[in-house]
């Protein structure tokens, strides 16, 4: 669980961004500094020494991913082993490239989750239903629609939508 | 149906005679930038979708700049530019600028419109958020990812959503120790760090017809600090001199109709605002720079491409002349032809070089983004500790110098200078 305002700087620190994501080794690189960037006081997302985070789905609040165009952010999360995450909303860029790399599922909640999660609950995505379901605290909230964005994402990315859709080859 | 400039250049781009905010329309790109840190996964995802041996949509709309890391050791930051010279190589792509050599340009944002890449009414899209920085010439131009750099590369399309208007009508005369940068603090203090998210922040009014070119680029440069999609100034004369200038191309100048919707209008009397400050850890943290007096500082920093143009040098070195700094004032100019203007450039009989000699500011460093975004440990001005930073860049995001323990304070180069000065955040208004 993060709060407002996380910048591609403190989910991919700049010093990092001399790694290529499409080379495998530095893509997976990328996800052991995934969230490095964060205050001091913030457990690390991904332990020392571990290949991956011990999570898989982020809670944020607002404005998640502002600054840079990086798709290292994005890249570094998956890398790390988001499969989803629920913020109260993202930041233009950062969102468009989760949608287009197929990384992981970007869902927007009404309301603040980042007040009623803590970092370790357990929790369940239903995007079917469009609920998370934190277990821990048994609690549902209801999660907004994808809406023009749902189609590339349930295609898995912009290259497999363009497909798709008859767009390339 | 009457369109903002915004509307009217998607529109255009996308092949329809109208459309609105919402809409998802595919557009034909112009311009696709790119450069060292993004150009590497761009060309990875391109030849990864498209065959080894595919060729890009069009060779004379890819352009290449690296600026982010080019004097350091890291040698993977080497690899990524030899990288982007084998594909320039390989696709015969006639507009790359290449680290080393005389064609070496500098910061991707200021190098573009230097090199005549920049034409009002085109669609300029690149791998880097501050590609919001060419709507200051009336160009749609905005940040994107390596995978949709990869598409467009392919195809020279993306699908784009037409983003809403806010519109800010800066009015009155620029007082002279004001520059643009403290007018665009103010409009992200006002509206917040997500203020115009997936918004097209279109400015105009006296106060914006009256900057000069540079000082419009700073303006829609920082449109991304509120959110924005793009930042768009209508063309003018300056526009067409400053772009005639620079490139023989054709082009279309655009313009807002009488009567386009928008969804908010905000005016500014430019005569009644002050110099700011942003403080750390978000752009939209404005203060005035006389409330700040009391805020000591380690280091002052003029650079980058919202910060790092002639104008800006020359406003510091107005400030500067016949003063001390009392901090170390790190220099560094945007591009290679910024670089020139030091030499060429005076103020009261001395060249810009010497004034700032002079002062006592650091030795002036190559042409790149270098400490504005930290970088790779050996990066030229990049904090190591618990530095306190005044900056003519446009993020102060916690660690984004380089150290996580750094404050950075966000000004205009007057204000910097001033601050250099005082040695601690100065109103410029005590030097000029």
Redesign the interface.
Known sequence: MVRD?I?T??II???Y???????PEEYTKLGTYALC?L??GYAPFVKPGAPKAEYTILVAG??FG???????A?IALGAAGIRAMVAE?Y???FF??VV??GEFYPFEVGERLCDRFTTGDEAEIDPTAGTIVNITAGKTYAMKPLG?VAPVVEAG???AY?RRAG??K | MSMTITEKILARAAGKRCLGPGDNVWVEVDILLTHDVCGPGTIGVFQREFGRTARVWNPEGVVIIPDHYIFTADQKAHRNVDTLREFVKEQKLPYYYDPGTNDYKGVCHVALPEAGHVRPGEVILGTDSHTCTHGAFGAFATGIGNTDAGFVMGTGKLLLKVPKTMRFRLEGAMPPFLMAKDLILKVIGDIGFDGASYCAMEFCGSAISALSMEERMTICNMAIEAGGKNGIIEPDEKTFAYVRSRTGKPFEAVYSDAGAAVDSDRVYDVSKLEPCVAEPHVPSNYALARERRSVKLDRAYIGSCTGGKLTDFLAAARLLKGQKVTIPTFLVPATAEVAEGLIREQVDGKSLVEVFAEAGCEDIAPPSCAACLGGPSDTYGRTHSSEVVISTTNRNFLGRMGSKQSRIYLASPYTVAASAVAGHIADPRDYL
């Not at chain 1, 961004?17 to 080379?23: E, G, K, Q, R, Y």
């Not at chain 1, 502002?66 to 798709?71: K, L, N, T, V």
Request: glycine share 8%; charged share 20%; proline share 10%.
């Open positions: 305002d910048d700087d403190q620190p700049a010093q961004l001399n790694l290529v994501p499409t080379i960037g205050p001091d607002r404005n502002c600054g840079s165009s990086r798709e290292h994005p909303s930041a233009r860029i468009r490239n287009a790399t023009a990315g912009l290259f363009a767009m390339i």
